[in-house]
């Protein structure tokens, strides 16, 4: 066969990856990040269905069908997948043998290589040691002995994960002594079999900040990341994502590179978040999501192209798109469940008139229903020339949703 030949046909079979607007794709979860990778997909004239469990879910407002069911019914699975031509998830913690009842009918991805790793911390810990990504050191935890066993070995204090089931903190605590142990309930978490451990116990990595670098890859071996995101927490959950991070060059370029090295790693096809550690020397990866991010939510105004549009592209084999920011400086602000509470408190609701007052804010709202104190609701991004100004301009915003209640 000649070069050409050769050539021809790689195109040819490159081309049968591709799925063109007008295509079905399937969403697996009816979150907030379904919700808004459907409307970046029907914006490019894609159709979304999405199966979730009920049809009030965020994403079942903007979908072009619904399929309602529990993620164990794979009768209602598969007659879903039949309608799509290809399918992504919302979430990691799905079943793999929902991930197989819809590969049966529809190319899915991640796969369910890339989700048994993103189940669970100790698979995932191990898989990305093994593939030479810096991590905090740790060590297996099945019980209060173990546990303190843990602490001598890595040093006092440490951090103790469930392996399985963990999100926004929960099944997280803290350990600086062999004494708080004690204060854990060791039983019941869950354990991923082959005896492996319910438990993962971390190394405390003392950070200067917290970062995140989303990383798209196509079926096809294409990849590109966005620019560096940092991110301040609050009670575990995330609350503003600023862009660019204040880290220098140099720990950008590492940072992304170390995003490529984990998608290529996996296989990966779609979209991931890793979420890192960033001390004085060295990056240290947190944990990754095979994802849209909450932190990726800045891209929406700041990137030429969003974290959504490019999970479209990557699943669907279309080219990547650019990567870069179209303002010098953004900010994003998770809205909690909290300010509905307070506004409620004072027989109100928020104060978006007063919010949507403050220049060059917009405004995100997921569709919830119940606003639960610590549930995400929505988010606010500000864009601008400068980042402190962009994000003291965008917490007044928040703080205006509670004016003139009380």
Known sequence: MSGNQASETE????????????????????GQLGRMFAMAAARMGYRVGVFCGSSDEPAAEVAAFTVCGPLTDHSAIEAFAKRCDVITLEFENIPADTIAACSKHAPTYPDASVLAMAQDRWIEKTTLREAGIPVAGFE????????????????WPIIVKTCRSGYDGKGQHRLNSPD??????WAGAESGGDGQPPWVAEALIPFEREASVIVARTLD???ETFPVFENDHQNHILDETKLPAEVSPEMQTQAREIAKRVAEHLGLVGLLCVELFVTKHELIVNEVAPRPH??????????????????VRAICGLPLGDTSMVVPAASMLNLLGDIWVAAELNGASPNWEAC???PG??????????APA??????????????PEVSERLRLARERLLNGLS
């Not at 939510?297 to 030429?304: N, P, Y």
């Open 11 to 30: 195109q040819a079979a490159v081309s049968k990856q591709v799925i063109l607007p007008g295509a079905t794709i399937g969403m697996v979860g009816g």
């Open 140 to 155: 297996p935890v099945h019980d209060r002995e173990t546990a303190i066993a843990a602490g001598e070995k890595l040093g």
């Open 180 to 185: 708080d142990a004690a204060n854990v309930e």
């Open 221 to 223: 071996e294409r990849v």
């Open 294 to 311: 909450n932190s990726g939510h800045v891209t929406i105004e700041a990137c030429a192209t969003s974290q959504f549009e490019q999970h």
């Open 356 to 358: 949507l007052e403050t």
């Open 361 to 370: 804010v917009a405004l995100h709202l997921y569709g919830k229903h119940a």
């Open 374 to 387: 610590g549930r995400k609701m929505g988010h606010l991004t500000a864009v601008g020339g400068d980042l």
